[in-house]
């Protein structure tokens, strides 16, 4: 059974930063790509961020210049260390992985097999 753990949430204060760990039983790790979405409340889940198996990450508009997303492949683990953080950043961020091996991207909720259980950013003003 695949798990992706996460792990890294919390509350924090506007222009704050947070790093979310996505940790993946799948196996190899490095020939998935990986994404991360959000879901703000109320809201439907939106993405975030994506990274190729060959490294090359993709950003939303809206986190683009203040996200970064990498992984380490001996872990199996990608990273999403987040910055300058604010108010409309709140919401459960979710890992995610498609079926196969070599998917360009994940960037859509239809390219994903497997979720995460989420974990809640809380950005105060």
């Known amino acids: 059974q695949v798990q992706l753990v996460e792990s890294g949430g919390g509350l924090v204060q506007a222009g704050g930063s947070l790093r979310l760990s996505c940790t993946a039983s799948?196996?190899?790790?490095?020939?998935?790509?990986m994404g991360w979405f959000r879901q703000a409340p109320g809201a439907e889940r939106e993405f975030v961020a994506a990274?190729?198996?060959?490294?090359?990450?993709y950003y939303a508009d809206s986190v683009k210049g203040r996200f970064t997303l990498s992984r380490d492949n001996a872990k199996n683990t990608i990273y999403l260390q987040m910055n300058s953080l604010k108010p409309k950043d709140t919401a459960v961020y979710y890992c995610?992985?498609?079926?196969?091996?070599?998917?360009?991207?994940?960037?859509?909720?239809?390219?994903?097999?497997?979720w995460g259980k989420g974990t809640l950013i809380t950005v105060s003003s």
């Open positions: 799948l196996r190899p790790f490095s020939s998935y790509s």
């Open positions: 995610a992985a498609p079926s196969e091996v070599h998917t360009l991207v994940v960037r859509s909720g239809y390219d994903v097999k497997y």
């Open positions: 990274i190729s198996w060959t490294s090359d990450s």
